[in-house]
């Protein structure tokens, strides 16, 4: 009996140490604790906050002290979509996003019980006051200012929480559909007006080089003209000039022969009256007289006006 007591003593110690040995572990694990650099713990000590703790190791007190844990991080909160009424009486669901950043740990644990649900309610709130002031053309085209309204309305209400309202993104705004028809219209239209004038202005241009073009063949065509008038009067003048130092070169005797030659030409004409120059007389009595010196006849010239009149009878029977 003594060595099944001594055995019973044993076990039971072993079960008692075991049980020490795991609630010391259990406090241990509550009483220690790692709090990351974005993380706060707001500590209350028998119902009483005694402040934030971290960040590195903490150690509370398990069964004094409560601890809740807050996340400095920015975070975002989606706001679904709202029907707001606009200035000018139309009904339009928007939906956007809010970014927010807690500043004071305290603050935000002991002035609010549900940051989330309390956010989305005077968001929604703010929304409908912001939008109410704002006609549809406003909603539709300033969209950043409307943003900046809302941000500025709900950091006023959340900055009591201990929490900043960083940013404010407005998604998506659904008009109604009467409005989406004449947008869809306009759009049209406004397309259309640029196809209108992106065409008027190319043929502005095509015609505009189309009238370079002509000016410049014009201009070249000219001056291809003036060229040539030029070429051609400095042949002329070149021509001219030939003749005359031709001309310099023949004496008397030539023009004679070819005033004779032109006689001839006329004598064989079918014409029965003839224009005889004055100068014709005393031509035909030098020819006569150098025909004489050639042939060597020794006798004396002939009067001028019997030879002239002579020879211009043979001339014209001939």
């Not at 200035?87 to 939906?95: P, T």
């Not at 060229?227 to 023949?250: C, N, W």
Request: aromatic letters at 4%.
């Amino acid at each position: 009996m003594t060595g099944l007591g001594l055995i019973g003593d044993a076990a039971t110690g072993a079960v008692v140490a075991g049980i020490v040995a795991v609630v010391v572990l259990f406090v241990i694990a509550r009483a220690v604790n790692v709090v990351r650099e974005y993380q706060r713990i707001v500590l209350f000590r028998l119902g009483r906050c005694v402040g934030t703790r971290g960040p590195g190791l903490i150690l509370i007190i398990p069964i004094l002290d409560r601890k809740t844990w807050v996340d400095l991080r920015e975070k975002y909160l989606e706001i679904p979509h709202q029907t707001a009424i606009t200035a000018d009486n139309a009904a339009i669901s928007m939906d956007f996003i809010i970014f927010t950043k807690v500043v004071d740990a305290v603050m935000s644990v002991l002035q609010v019980q549900n940051f989330a649900g309390a956010a989305q309610n005077i968001a929604a709130t703010t929304l409908r006051s912001v939008v109410g002031d704002m006609t549809l053309d406003d909603v539709l085209s300033k969209r950043d200012e409307m943003n900046s309204l809302l941000q500025v309305k709900l950091d006023e209400v959340t900055e009591r929480w201990g929490v900043k309202v960083t940013n404010v993104e407005v998604r998506e705004i659904i008009p109604p559909p009467a409005v989406q028809d004449a947008m869809t219209r306009q759009m049209s239209a406004e397309r259309t007006r640029r196809a209108v004038v992106t065409e008027a202005e190319g043929s502005k241009s095509a015609s505009i080089t189309v009238a370079e073009g002509q000016k410049q063949a014009a201009i070249l065509s000219a001056e291809g003209d003036r060229q040539a008038a030029i070429l051609r009067a400095e042949g002329f003048s070149l021509a001219l000039d030939k003749i005359f130092q031709v001309a310099r070169t023949l004496d008397a005797n030539t023009m004679s022969l070819q005033y004779l030659d032109a006689l001839k030409q006329i004598g064989s004409s079918p014409s029965t009256k003839f224009v005889v120059p004055m100068e014709l007389a005393n031509l035909l009595s030098g020819v006569t007289g150098l025909t004489g010196r050639s042939f060597g006849n020794g006798g004396a010239p002939p009067g001028p006006a019997a030879t002239s009149g002579q020879s211009v009878k043979e001339d014209l029977t001939r």
